[in-house]
């Protein structure tokens, strides 16, 4: 399939920008570059109901945003999505998936509840790891106090966020609980140990590149063989068997689509139910894009209908 006209134009603005790419920029520049930058391709934030920040308990605060859909009283239990941010571990925070949260919450009838996990190179492998799996095992045994239903619990992100929402899978099943009914794995990355196809072919020139991948990977990894960690690369798990329900979204010019299809197709042959759907004709990062790109909006529906229909 050809690349969708709008995401060419989204490149060819990014291009025309001259904004450099974040392999050639400190982590600190990075952050601040995609903060900036991320209001415009972003549309318009929904109208939604209550949102409040709180702190994890332990010894390792982390932050939460959480999110509620309008019209739902305050004592109502809701299903709940917990979302990991991406942005290869060392970028992103509450802010910039915040306008997608909204999304989320707004079309599936569901409470978010947004993870600030630590970001690297100031905290490295398992840093993020570690992160999400408290934040996950809090959010179900504060479930009450939060306004969420534990028995009707997701896990999804994007990219890196991908990433951290199948390593929660994996550590949920070896550790009994808690039931996580659904994980959402936008354009994940699911293996570090070796480059796919899709590195070479799409190495330049689609918004995410090679080397800014690399980069990121270079951040993260404490030790180099941190990367065959099924924690860092789940598509490297000896065993998928007994995981949740997933759905996994791969775009067509990105250079993490052919281990997202890996793993979706590891997934299968474990027994796991998979929607596995590929938007041929998308870039890296392209489902909080709305401002910019029309299909946008389809990948948003598709995830806030799982929802719907796992959390049911």
């Known amino acids: 399939m050809a690349l969708d006209p709008q995401a060419a134009n989204v490149i060819d603005l990014i291009v025309k920008s001259g904004r450099p790419p974040y392999h050639q920029l400190t982590p600190k520049d990075a952050r601040q570059m ?13 109208q939604i109901g209550a949102v409040r920040d709180v702190l994890t308990e332990g010894a390792q605060a982390i932050p939460l945003r959480v999110y509620r859909p ?36 707004a079309e599936a009838g569901v409470s978010v509840i947004a993870v600030d996990y630590r970001l690297a190179p100031e905290h490295k492998f398992p840093a993020a790891a570690d992160d999400a799996w408290a934040a996950t095992r809090w959010i179900a045994a504060h479930a009450a106090e939060l306004g969420v239903d534990a028995d009707r619990l997701a896990v999804g992100g994007d990219s890196a966020g991908g990433n951290l929402a199948a390593v929660v899978a994996l550590l949920a099943r070896e550790a009994g609980g808690p039931r996580i009914a659904l994980q959402i794995l936008l354009y994940p990355v699911t293996d570090l140990v070796s480059e796919s196809q899709s590195y070479a072919d799409l190495a330049d020139g689609y918004m995410l590149t090679r080397d800014s991948m690399r ?25 998928l068997v007994g995981l949740p329900p997933a759905l996994v979204v791969t775009a067509g010019y990105d250079p993490l689509r052919d281990e997202g299809e890996a793993y979706a197709r590891r997934l299968r042959e474990a027994g796991v139910s998979v ?11 392209f489902v909080p894009m709305g401002r910019l790109i029309d299909t946008a909006f389809r990948g948003v529906s598709l995830i806030t209908g799982s929802l719907r229909q796992a959390l049911r």
């Open 70 to 105: 309008p019209g739902v009283s305050d004592s109502r239990r809701l299903p709940v999505l917990v979302y990991f941010h991406g942005g290869g571990w060392v970028i992103g925070d509450l802010e910039t998936h915040d306008v997608l949260c909204r999304q989320l919450t």
């Open 215 to 239: 980069w990121f990977r270079a951040q993260y990894l404490a030790k180099e063989q941190d990367a065959a960690d099924w924690r860092v690369s789940p598509l490297r798990a000896p065993s």
């Open 34 to 46: 995609f903060r900036e930058t991320r209001p415009a391709s972003t549309p318009p934030a929904p």
């Open 275 to 285: 929607d596995a759907v590929s938007f041929g004709g998308m870039i890296h990062g």
